[in-house]
């Protein structure tokens, strides 16, 4: 059945208002109001158009009005960037989560772990002392060299982002050699310290034409000249640490400044098998996610919590000992941080509450300083939900594997025990890669919150850049070799303004 419309006559249009300024060629008209503008037909008077008509001659203009829009939203909000993600959080296998960086021209590949506690991208320098040689990761060690990078340059004192580096108080002026120079300690006791260099970084990003494709930025990282403590052992050693704190040296705060890159990245950690994941900066968009908002003026990611369920009952913990004030370190999300650690006023309710949901079921005893288990079961169901309430009514909802880990077996029972630690004397409540796997994580830092949602990290995510000009949707995840990002987007703004347009013809039709 094919439909028709009768052109009827021309549309007036009334524009009320104060002036108008209407572009007609060269020409400019200005006129007063209110003003009465004539809108002349493409087709004749009392022409018979066909509904199919009316599309192909909307279709001619739809390719340009998207193509502008593309390279609108491109240019105001960058494009989303894709990294490979490596590592699982176990930490009888690997125990961190890391990713691949491409620094320098010509390129050269380093492997660095994905750390939300720190913020400065730094990969061993050449001549470094006390930097492994190999890894246990069976990953290749790279050491940088700035002389061999035709786009290398060293920070001096007197450049801005040096300052930037102070404001962390890690880093400071070397007078003697007028370079910037850096000295980071980790919650573990390890260090590194290093100068600071601004190099090219090549990323993986996705454009508006759904193709993949290679983009390179300017960055400031750090070239580690010496390391302490556990970066010195090579069963776990990487080439550096990406650090994706909010700082103004951070990566993320870098290419965001540039208009790269969105200001907000997402990760979602496989949390068995053979681990890997998903890391892009952008928002993952998923319908059950939940946020809460930043606490401001924090030097990591600081979040209000408010208290802990467990089986749906809150524990009896004073708010107060997860704040920020005072000597208190609050409650921060860190992804360089393999285990998960509790204030010690919350940890032994916490454990109590766990012991005692159970102790009908299992066999508790104290294995290494850890409250552990022997269960019949291979499988931790029998262990309660727990529940981790934040401000802003966001809830982290932890399955039993992700507050668990289990051990060697006795006497064919298998052992099972409490992944969080306690912390002594600090006020402190970390949340690392145990609680953080299987889940999207989202640091919107431009909104200042944090959202998650429990997920499946071997599938697909769609991922947005936003701003106050819009949002373009993408789908990431672990792609092999051929598989492209595609856009999914666009094809929607298709279908609905083709709708729109034909549903406005038909009211002109008959007005």
């Given at each position: 059945?094919?439909?028709?419309f009768?052109?009827g006559?021309?549309?007036?249009?009334?524009?009320?208002g104060?002036?108008?300024?209407?572009l007609l060629?060269t020409a400019?008209?200005v006129c007063?109001f209110?003003?009465?503008l004539?809108?002349?037909?493409?087709?004749?008077?009392n022409?018979?158009?066909?509904l199919?008509?009316?599309?192909d001659?909307d279709s001619?203009?739809?390719?340009r009005?998207?193509?502008?829009?593309q390279q609108?939203?491109q240019a105001?909000?960058?494009?989303?960037?894709?990294?490979?993600?490596q590592?699982?959080?176990d930490?009888f296998?690997v125990?961190?989560?890391?990713?691949?960086?491409?620094?320098?021209s010509p390129?050269k590949?380093?492997f660095?772990?994905?750390d939300?506690g720190?913020?400065?991208?730094?990969?061993?320098?050449?001549?470094c002392?006390?930097?492994?040689r190999s890894s246990g990761?069976q990953?290749?060690?790279q050491?940088?060299?700035?002389s061999?990078?035709s786009t290398?340059s060293?920070?001096r004192?007197?450049?801005q982002r040096?300052?930037?580096?102070s404001q962390s108080l890690?880093s400071s002026?070397?007078k003697?050699?007028d370079q910037?120079i850096?000295?980071?300690?980790y919650g573990?006791?390890s260090g590194?310290?290093?100068?600071y260099?601004?190099?090219?970084i090549q990323l993986?990003t996705?454009?508006?034409?759904s193709?993949s494709?290679?983009?390179s930025?300017?960055?400031?990282?750090?070239?580690?000249m010496?390391?302490t403590?556990d970066?010195?052992k090579?069963?776990r050693?990487?080439?550096?640490?990406?650090g994706?704190?909010q700082q103004?040296?951070?990566?993320?705060a870098?290419l965001?400044s540039?208009?790269?890159?969105?200001?907000a990245f997402?990760?979602?950690?496989?949390?068995?098998?053979a681990?890997?994941?998903?890391?892009?900066l952008?928002?993952?968009i998923?319908p059950s996610m939940?946020y809460t908002p930043?606490?401001p003026s924090?030097p990591?990611?600081?979040?209000?919590?408010l208290?802990?369920?467990v089986?749906?009952?809150t524990?009896?913990?004073d708010p107060?000992m997860?704040?920020t004030?005072g000597?208190?370190g609050g409650t921060?999300?860190?992804s360089?941080?393999?285990l998960?650690y509790l204030a010690e006023?919350?940890?032994d309710?916490?454990v109590?509450?766990?012991?005692l949901?159970v102790?009908?079921s299992v066999?508790?005893?104290v294995?290494?300083?850890s409250?552990?288990?022997?269960?019949?079961?291979?499988?931790?169901?029998?262990?309660?939900?727990?529940?981790?309430?934040?401000?802003g009514?966001a809830?982290m909802i932890?399955r039993?594997?992700?507050?668990l880990?289990?051990?060697?077996?006795?006497?064919?029972?298998?052992?099972?025990c409490?992944?969080f630690?306690k912390i002594?004397?600090?006020?402190?409540?970390?949340?690392?890669?145990?609680?953080?796997k299987?889940?999207i994580?989202?640091?919107d830092?431009?909104?200042?919150r944090?959202?998650w949602?429990n997920?499946d990290c071997?599938?697909?995510?769609?991922?947005?850049t936003s701003?106050?000009?819009?949002?373009?949707?993408y789908?990431?995840?672990?792609f092999n070799d051929?598989t492209s990002?595609q856009?999914?987007?666009?094809s929607?703004?298709?279908t609905?303004?083709?709708a729109?347009?034909?549903?406005?013809?038909?009211i002109v039709a008959f007005?």
């Amino acid at each position: 059945m094919q439909a028709y419309f009768l052109a009827g006559n021309p549309v007036i249009l009334i524009i009320t208002g104060a002036i108008v300024a209407v572009l007609l060629q060269t020409a400019f008209v200005v006129c007063g109001f209110p003003t009465i503008l004539t809108l002349e037909r493409g087709f004749a008077v009392n022409h018979v158009v066909e509904l199919s008509e009316l599309k192909d001659r909307d279709s001619v203009r739809h390719p340009r009005i998207l193509q502008q829009q593309q390279q609108q939203q491109q240019a105001s909000v960058g494009s989303v960037v894709d990294f490979p993600v490596q590592g699982t959080y176990d930490p009888f296998r690997v125990g961190l989560y890391f990713t691949r960086v491409q620094l320098g021209s010509p390129p050269k590949e380093y492997f660095v772990q994905i750390d939300t506690g720190s913020d400065v991208l730094w990969v061993s320098c050449a001549s470094c002392e006390g930097c492994p040689r190999s890894s246990g990761l069976q990953i290749p060690i790279q050491f940088y060299d700035p002389s061999s990078s035709s786009t290398a340059s060293l920070i001096r004192c007197s450049d801005q982002r040096c300052s930037l580096g102070s404001q962390s108080l890690d880093s400071s002026c070397s007078k003697s050699n007028d370079q910037c120079i850096y000295t980071f300690q980790y919650g573990d006791g390890s260090g590194t310290s290093g100068f600071y260099v601004s190099d090219q970084i090549q990323l993986d990003t996705i454009v508006g034409d759904s193709t993949s494709s290679n983009a390179s930025a300017s960055v400031v990282f750090g070239c580690s000249m010496s390391q302490t403590g556990d970066l010195t052992k090579s069963d776990r050693a990487v080439d550096g640490i990406f650090g994706f704190g909010q700082q103004g040296l951070s990566v993320i705060a870098q290419l965001s400044s540039q208009g790269v890159a969105p200001d907000a990245f997402s990760h979602c950690l496989v949390g068995n098998g053979a681990g890997g994941g998903i890391l892009v900066l952008g928002q993952i968009i998923e319908p059950s996610m939940v946020y809460t908002p930043l606490i401001p003026s924090q030097p990591h990611y600081n979040l209000n919590l408010l208290s802990i369920s467990v089986n749906g009952r809150t524990l009896s913990i004073d708010p107060s000992m997860f704040g920020t004030s005072g000597s208190r370190g609050g409650t921060i999300i860190d992804s360089g941080t393999t285990l998960a650690y509790l204030a010690e006023e919350a940890y032994d309710p916490f454990v109590d509450a766990i012991t005692l949901s159970v102790s009908q079921s299992v066999r508790p005893l104290v294995s290494k300083d850890s409250q552990c288990y022997l269960v019949a079961s291979s499988t931790p169901d029998i262990f309660p939900t727990v529940s981790l309430n934040f401000a802003g009514g966001a809830s982290m909802i932890l399955r039993p594997q992700d507050y668990l880990l289990q051990q060697n077996s006795v006497g064919g029972a298998a052992l099972w025990c409490i992944g969080f630690q306690k912390i002594r004397g600090q006020g402190i409540t970390i949340l690392g890669d145990l609680v953080l796997k299987d889940k999207i994580v989202v640091y919107d830092l431009g909104g200042q919150r944090i959202g998650w949602a429990n997920y499946d990290c071997t599938s697909s995510v769609n991922v947005s850049t936003s701003s106050s000009g819009g949002r373009s949707e993408y789908v990431a995840g672990q792609f092999n070799d051929s598989t492209s990002l595609q856009d999914t987007r666009y094809s929607l703004i298709l279908t609905v303004f083709v709708a729109f347009v034909l549903q406005l013809s038909v009211i002109v039709a008959f007005s």
